[in-house]
């Protein structure tokens, strides 16, 4: 027998606190039946330990007790997606609330959340790019690789997504079986230099593109920090010194998507990027990985909850009403109370 829900072990402070006021409960009454010289209620010590008992057994149905059931075979597959970040300067524009590289991320986090046993990969680039986070269905790491993602995890101006589109074909290499899927989340900005090949790459290599445009049409400024500060200092300038406006090019991330044979997605303040993506993704080919054993783990918690449940009601219910009236009655004619 083990928890599955040790996160909820600061309960029992709480609950700690509840019986304690039972038992101090209890002892003031009996100390004010003793001077009332009225007869104590034997049965209220049991009454409170029932509620006690009951308090208890949802404190352990609380943290999920689980059993270890049988070993079973399941049979496995997966799809492999590489996920490329555009972290260039202009996604810190904040024409899309609150900014552009906030919501490239909110769109990773809803993906993860979805996701069940496909494993993911991280590819930011600007003017270059790496592989941050290689394969992995540990969707947990994969959360804490995308927090520390920002516009200074790579130097240099432009952006060169043709570069990353070709590291992520090579880092699938021999590991996946299936459809290797590219989801691309990005301005589409700065590429004067896009390498036109890349879309003959994408057809030759056979990957699978989706798009997602982070931005408005309308654009926005880009705004400039202090590296020590991290204060905003002003707004990117071009050569003439006028502000730069940064604005969505989705014609690149059309072609991307097109040639990959995937679709293209807007992002917008209200979402539901996600929502259209998976269900094409659904229907992909996964890679095999063959039959597994697992153990399946048997819930408890049902048992020790009924339980509780019934314990405390049985505690606190009061089936003694009438004969606490009369004794009340019989404390008042000892002190000369008049009972009408």
């Known amino acids: 027998m083990s928890f599955s829900e040790l996160k ?22 009996n100390k004010i039946l003793v001077s009332l010289q009225m007869k104590r209620q034997s049965l209220d010590i ?11 057994s949802m404190l352990v149905a609380l943290l999920g007790p689980i059993s270890n059931g049988k070993p ?22 904040e024409d899309i609330a609150p900014d552009r590289l906030s919501h490239e991320k909110r769109i990773v986090e809803e993906l993860l959340d979805n996701l069940k046993g496909d494993r993911v990969g991280f590819i930011p680039f600007a003017a270059s790019a790496y592989v941050q986070m290689p394969l992995t269905d540990d969707y947990q790491m994969a959360r804490m690789f995308l927090d520390v993602i ?23 290499g021999r590991v996946s ?42 654009g926005g400024l880009i705004p400039e920090y202090d590296s020590l500060s991290d204060k905003q200092t002003g707004y990117k300038k071009d050569k003439n010194g006028s502000a730069v406006v940064s604005k969505l090019n989705d014609d690149l991330l059309k072609q991307v998507a097109k040639a990959g044979h995937g679709d293209y997605y807007q992002a917008s303040l209200q979402g539901g990027e996600i929502e259209k993506l998976l269900p094409n993704i659904a229907f992909l080919e996964k890679s095999q990985d063959g039959v ?25 219910i009061d089936f003694r009403r009438p004969t606490i009236h009369r004794s009340v009655r019989q404390a008042n004619n000892k002190i000369g109370v008049n009972n009408d």
């Open 8 to 29: 909820y072990i600061p309960m029992i402070i709480p609950v700690g606190a509840v019986i304690v006021a039972l038992v101090v409960g209890y002892i003031k009454k």
């Open 150 to 172: 920002d516009t200074d995890v790579i130097g240099g101006g432009g952006t060169d997504m043709a570069t990353a589109i070709r590291l992520a074909g090579e880092s699938f």
């Open 46 to 56: 049991v009454k409170r330990g029932l509620m006690v008992i009951g308090l208890l």
């Open 72 to 93: 079973v075979e399941i049979e496995e597959d997966h799809l492999d997606m590489y996920i490329l970040l555009d972290v260039s300067k202009s996604m810190l524009v």
């Open 177 to 218: 079986g299936g459809d290797k899927v590219v989801i691309i989340i990005s301005d589409g900005e700065d590429q004067k230099d896009f390498d036109a090949s890349i879309l003959d790459y994408i057809k030759k290599n056979d990957l699978i593109v989706y798009s997602i445009g982070v931005g408005t049409e309308e």
């Open 292 to 316: 597994r054993e697992r153990k399946q783990f048997k819930h408890w918690y049902q048992y020790p909850l009924g339980l509780g449940l019934l314990l405390f009601l049985l505690g606190y």
